[in-house]
């Protein structure tokens, strides 16, 4: 797992960070979206990209238990794409 630098193809605000983690499944993506927060400062910003498509429940979620914001969260051809501001 590694926080990448890149940029996100659609209508989706654009991150400095981006999270690869397609083709992972629960309960992984929320454990690294949570790893990859921790390396960061408070108020960056995380786009997350997945294809499980349980993320569309658990991400928001753990954002809300975490203190983290939800800036954006868009549904992609493959999975969903998500921005986080680190709370």
């Keep these: 797992m590694q926080v990448k630098q890149g940029a996100v193809n ?3 605000r654009v991150t400095e ?3 690869d983690l397609i083709g992972l499944k ?4 929320v454990l690294k979206t ?4 921790s390396r960061l400062n408070a108020g960056a910003e995380l786009t997350v990209q997945t294809t499980d ?5 658990d991400i928001p979620h753990f954002c809300q238990e975490q203190g ?3 800036v954006d ?3 992609t051809e493959t999975g969903h794409s998500f921005v986080i501001r680190k709370g």
């Design 10 to 12: 659609g209508v989706l």
């Design 17 to 19: 960070n981006t999270l």
């Design 26 to 29: 629960c309960p992984l993506p």
């Design 34 to 37: 949570k790893k990859a927060l």
């Design 53 to 57: 498509p349980m993320a569309e429940i």
């Design 68 to 70: 983290h914001t939800l």
């Design 73 to 75: 969260k868009e549904k």
